[in-house]
């Protein structure tokens, strides 16, 4: 009995660590991605970054990282 119980918890251990490793991925990802289109596309118009384009940046990035956060943690059953 207590070998299964140390069993389960390995998987339960095992489980949360692969939807850790997911989501930290998926952020790196996200924000690198994101951003460096963002100030491709800026760089490319020679537009200088101002506070309104800060903000936008800012918003954009989170929104992608919300949505990228979410997908996982739905495919996993941890949110409905």
Known sequence: ?????IHHIKKIWF????IL???ITRGVLVVGINDAVIFYVLNKRSQQIT???AIGIILVT???LVINIWYPL???GLLK
Not at 1 to 5: G, I, K, P, R, T
Not at 15 to 18: G, L
Request: proline share 5%.
């Open 1 to 5: 009995m207590c070998v299964q119980f």
């Open 15 to 18: 489980d949360i660590m692969k």
């Open 21 to 23: 490793t997911e989501l």
């Open 51 to 53: 506070l309104p384009i």
């Open 62 to 64: 989170c929104f992608a």
């Open 74 to 76: 739905y495919l996993n």
